[in-house]
């Protein structure tokens, strides 16, 4: 099937020809579908006239060519598994190509694909050519015309990008609809949607006196679940007016929820496609995070329309270009609904816990890759997480109002073009008259740079010197690498806890209590004068560079900062390397046999924590919060995970066993029996009376016990309900609680996710016969990417004591089950292949037994270029 060739970043070339306008129409039926494509091609400028047409296409029926009216023989063009060839061209002409497809067997759920008898698309990134025989490449942008015919009765609501310009009956119960979207895009933003599907309309006024549809369709049934996205797009649309001046172009804004999708939405123009898991949500079904999380997607797709779709890529190498900076925009947005603290640690900690364990791993590339065999595997945390990171710096370099003016820049020189990360590097650059050249080695150099710092305080002359030295470790293809460009933001805290004005030797006075300090050379050295006592340092604070720092701080310098740094990341980020730094002791301590409990003022700095009344509890329970396995594993060599799963329980149960009272005391206060509202100060004391219950449930009391089922039987939200159950699970396995839960909630879909991945990251003994026992489940299809997700991948990916038990039972089942999926749907294979991403971080006898499972996969007859090239980086 693929020649698993790799396709190379430097062997860019313009499209030979290009497509003007496309006209297509699609008839749906329950067995198929029959589309039309009619192309306005040209030959691009410059190109020599016996340059052949090679068209992209996969797994298509051929029913017709015309060129100019004259049907094509074969003797006129040539079809292999992937492309249709036109040898011979005029300068222009129009193609008119006839294909037929089977939606109903398309389980890829890339291209045309059905999902509970409706038809939905997915074409980024090489979707389109499933569809059609077309340009499918970003750089070739046209206008699109479609039309859809479906039996008006199966099909009420039919579907496609741009605005509705007519509709009509037809014989046999069939009707038509006709889109035209005025704006030039490439193929992989084309979207349809043809179903029995009900909607929620609201609107948005912009500072244009411009009135906008926004209409949300969902399958019958779940009409009660939108509100919060449609309040969500609303809110999105006046963020992006405020922010960057962007209004919405179109007359429509279209979202439709699909319970069958590979991701977690699309951005198609006009029509965004969505998984139901960022749609659907009301208080009884969905958590505080999924409500998060629905705000967060919502917006981000919502932006995709300027930064990806009026603004789009050349090439996939550059999808960075458009994710990175759309993952900016998106938490931006959050943190101004929202808390901007917990937003940022949050990301923070997302960002280490994965995007770090992938720049170090065998699959690290650069934001910018230089070359892929499936580009299906680069939508990843380093393109879209630390994407964002980068963007975020140019924000922190330019400031606010420099990176606005860079953005004005990039809009007005881009508009409706496909372009590239140099020309965004360019923008920020031009608009604020600054050099950005060595800041591309972000784009194009792979791996986690580390930063060591050192300091030295001299009483005499009373200055503060901090040296900095910057390194990164080789990645695969890349041994050297050379110094980044990168904003090192600072504060000095006196021995009262307030901040300290800093001035630099040199300057005339002091500038604020936060610097920037611009990191250009492997070593630095800056002076701070006039500080009038050996002061702590803040360093690293807001994250301001995707770094891992490298300070000696003491104990007790760790719990002042905790207790007093004005910057919420950097204190959160204090009680988290204390935490990191008693864990990898105790971890090595109980390799040599021996046990090795928190010291007192490890215990004590937690019990201000819980006892402080100043702090916002949604601060408090992200300190509370140990560090997670895997990003533990990260830290550590030759790992047993069963044994530092042991370790961090015994830490949980140590602070439950001595901080009862105060855990006691602050959960009753904050269970107050309000009603459920979804708002900030809500959700915070949610957060930190759930992380209370979770420390408690360590406790092997009945009074324990009972406080938690109470919790679960008189919550009226998921996230409390959720938050029992999960105690429960862990504790003593409630079954009976899982059984209740399963009979109320067996038709809802997203609900039953929650229940599948509670009990495959059960840490309980017995959780891969339980995880083998629910795929025979109802509710469980090995089809649906949600399902696959919430049962197997959670297992394979969240539940490391049991995916690494030392019998190798769990290495094997997620490889057979990665070569069963790879049947099915390749993308959704590979991602559950990347568990074995780590496999050297573990000790000898694991590796060898992960060793025999990726091999196994890899000798896998007809494997997939997905899977292939994870499986096969990941051997190295
Ligand atoms: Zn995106």
Known sequence: MSSRQAIRRLDYTPPSYLIDRVDLTFELSDTHAKVISRLIIKRNIGVSSDTPLVLHGEELTLESIKLDGTPLTSAHYVIDDSTLTIASMP??????????????????????????????????????????????????????????????????????????????????????????????????????????????????????????????????GNLDKCHHALAAAQKAMAWDEERFGLEYDLDTYMIVAVSDFNMGAMENKGLNIFN????????????????????????????????????????????????????????????????????????????????????????????????????????????????????RMYATLLGTDG?????????????????????????????????????????????????????????????????????????????????????????????????????????????GSTRVLEITNTTQTFTFINVPCPPVPSLLRDFSAPVVLDFAYSDDELVFLMANDSDAFARWEAANTF????????????????????????????????????????????????PRENYLLEQLSDVDPVRLYEVCRALKQQIARELRQELLAVYQRLNDGAPYAYDGEQVARRSLKNICLDYLAELD???????????????????????????????????????????????????????????ATSRRPGALSRVQQLLEHPAFSIKNPNKVRSLITAFCLANPPHFHAADGYGYAFAADHIIALDAINPQIAARLASSFNRWTKVDAGRRELMKQELERIRGTEGLSSDTFEIVTKALG
């Not at 499933?130 to 070739?140: A, C, E, G, M, S």
Request: hydrophobic letters at 40%.
């Open 276 to 391: 139901t898991k960022f749609v659907l949500a009301k208080p009884d079904t969905a958590t505080d995070v999924d409500f998060d999380g629905i705000d967060s997607v919502v917006a981000h797709e919502y932006f995709h329309n300027w930064t990806g779709n009026r603004v789009t890529c050349r090439d996939w190498f550059q999808l960075s270009l458009k994710e990175g900076l759309t993952v900016y925009r998106d938490q931006e947005f959050s943190s101004d609904i929202g808390s901007r603290a917990v937003q940022r640690i949050s990301n923070v900690r997302a960002l280490r816990e994965t995007q770090f364990a992938e720049d170090a791993g065998p699959q690290a590339h650069p934001i910018r890759p230089d070359e892929y065999l499936e580009i299906n595997n680069f939508y990843t945390w380093t393109i879209y997480e630390k994407g964002s990171e980068v963007v």
């Open 91 to 220: 300068d222009d002409g129009i193609l008119e190509i006839t294909t037929r497809l089977l939606p109903a067997e398309n389980t890829s759920l890339m291209g045309l694909y059905q999902s509970n008898g409706n038809f939905f698309t997915q074409c980024e990134a090489e979707g389109f050519r499933k569809i059609t025989y077309y340009l499918d490449r970003p750089d070739v942008m046209a206008k699109f015309t479609t039309t859809i015919i479906a039996d008006k009765t199966k099909f009420p609501v039919l579907l496609s990008n741009g605005n509705r310009v007519g509709s009509g009956q037809l014989d046999k119960n069939r009707h038509w609809v006709k889109w035209v979207d005025p704006f030039k895009k490439p193929a992989y933003l084309f979207a349809l949607v043809a179903g029995k599907l009900v909607v929620l309309a609201g609107t948005h006024t912009t500072p244009s006196k411009r009135c906008i549809n926004i209409e949300i369709y969902v399958e019958p």
């Open 579 to 626: 935490a990191l730094q008693l864990l990898k002791n105790q971890y090595a301590a109980a390799g040599r046999g021996e046990t090795l409990a928190a010291p007192a003022a490890f215990i004590a700095a937690y019990q201000k924590l819980l006892t402080s009344d100043k702090l916002d509890p949604a601060l408090v329970a992200l300190m509370l919060e140990l």
């Open 403 to 511: 990176f606005r003016a860079g953005m004005d820049l990039y809009f007005k020189r881009h508009d409706g073009q496909a372009v590239t990360c140099d020309d965004f590097r360019a923008a920020m650059a031009d608009a604020n008259g600054t050099n950005l050249d060595q800041f591309e080695r972000w784009y194009s150099q792979a791996g986690t740079p580390v930063l060591s710092a050192k300091a030295e305080y001299n009483e005499a002359a009373q200055t503060y010197t901090l040296s900095v030295t910057q390194s990164c470790a080789a990645t695969p293809g890349q041994a050297e690498k050379l110094p980044f460009h990168l904003p090192f933001a600072i504060g000095l805290i006196d021995r009262r806890g307030q901040d300290l004005p800093l001035q630099l030797a040199g300057e005339i006075a002091a500038k």
């Open 701 to 759: 009391e009945s009074m324990i016990s009972s406080l938690i089922a109470k919790q679960y039987q008189r919550a009226d939200n998921m996230t409390d309900r959720l938050a029992a159950l999960k105690a429960l699970v862990n504790r003593d396995g409630g079954e009976a609680q899982l059984a209740d839960f399963a009979a109320q909630w067996q038709s809802d879909a997203l609900v039953m996710d929650k229940w599948f991945t509670l009990q």
